[in-house]
T-cell receptor, first 113, second 111 residues
C-alpha cells in the first residue's frame, strides 16, 4: 500500500530535550516536505527536499533541522524544543517537486511543556 | 514570495445548497492550484487541482475555476452533503515557488 508514515503520532516533551520525528514514504517520491498546522494559520512549510542530500528552508524553518540521506526518509529534528513549537506536524511527499499531488502522513501532535 | 489569501474562514450552508470558497495569490509565476480537504482528525487530501493552462475543471459535484488575470481561483461544491463538512485549503505553486497554502475554510453543512 502506497503511504507516508510518521512516528511518533503523539509526543509530549519538555523544553530543551532533543527529539526527532521520522517520516518515510514507499512511493519512490523525489519531493518531501514538512508542515506545521496551527489554528487559524493553516499549513506552513518548515523545510522541503527536492531529492537526496538536497534540502531547503520553507516559511518557518527556525528551530528545526532536517536531513535527506535516503530517498524514502525525511526526519524532522528539534534540537532544543520550545513551547512555541507545540503544534500538529505533517510530512508530505510528491512525485516531483510540489506541483503534483502531495501525499500527507497521518500527522504528529507535539506538545512542548 | 507567494502569498495566498483564502475567504471565508468559516462557511455554513444548508444541505443541498452550493458552497463557494475563494482564494487569491500574489505570484504571477504560479501555475498549479490544488485544493485539499481535511476532515476532523485526519490528514489533508487532494480533492481537485487545476493548472494555469485551464480555466475550469469539474469532478462530479466539485469544480474549480481559475482567473489568471485577476490572480484568483475558486472552489465550487454543488448539492452539498453532510460529509462535505471539513476544512478546505487552497494552495498555489510554480516556478521556483514552493507550495503555499491558504489559511483554510471550515465548511459546515447543516442537515
Amino acid at each position: 500500500e502506497a503511504q507516508v508514515t510518521q512516528n511518533p503520532r503523539y509526543l509530549i516533551t519538555v523544553t530543551g530535550k532533543k527529539l526527532t520525528v521520522t517520516c518515510s514514504q514507499n512511493m519512490n517520491h523525489e519531493y518531501m516536505s514538512w508542515y506545521r498546522q496551527d489554528p487559524g494559520l493553516g499549513l506552513r512549510q518548515i523545510y522541503y527536499s527536492m531529492n537526496v542530500e538536497v534540502t531547503d528552508k520553507g516559511d518557518v524553518p527556525e528551530g528545526y533541522k532536517v536531513s535527506r540521506k535516503e530517498k524514502r526518509n525525511f526526519p524532522l529534528i528539534l534540537e532544543s524544543p520550545s513551547p512555541n513549537q507545540t503544534s500538529l506536524y505533517f510530512c508530505a511527499s510528491s512525485l516531483v517537486r510540489d506541483s503534483y499531488e502531495q501525499y500527507f502522513g497521518p500527522g504528529t501532535r507535539l506538545t512542548v511543556t | 514570495g507567494e502569498n495566498v489569501e483564502q475567504h471565508p474562514s468559516t462557511l455554513s450552508v444548508q444541505e443541498g445548497d452550493s458552497a463557494v470558497i475563494k482564494c487569491t495569490y500574489s505570484d504571477s509565476a504560479s501555475n498549479y492550484f490544488p485544493w485539499y480537504k481535511q476532515e476532523l482528525g485526519k490528514r489533508p487530501q487532494l480533492i481537485i487541482d487545476i493548472r494555469s493552462n485551464v480555466g475550469e475543471k469539474k469532478d462530479q459535484r466539485i469544480a474549480v475555476t481559475l482567473n489568471k488575470t485577476a490572480k484568483h481561483f475558486s472552489l465550487h461544491i454543488t448539492e452539498t452533503q453532510p460529509e462535505d463538512s471539513a476544512v478546505y485549503f487552497c494552495a498555489a505553486s510554480g516556478g521556483d515557488t514552493p507550495l503555499v497554502f491558504g489559511k483554510g475554510t471550515r465548511l459546515s453543512v447543516i442537515a
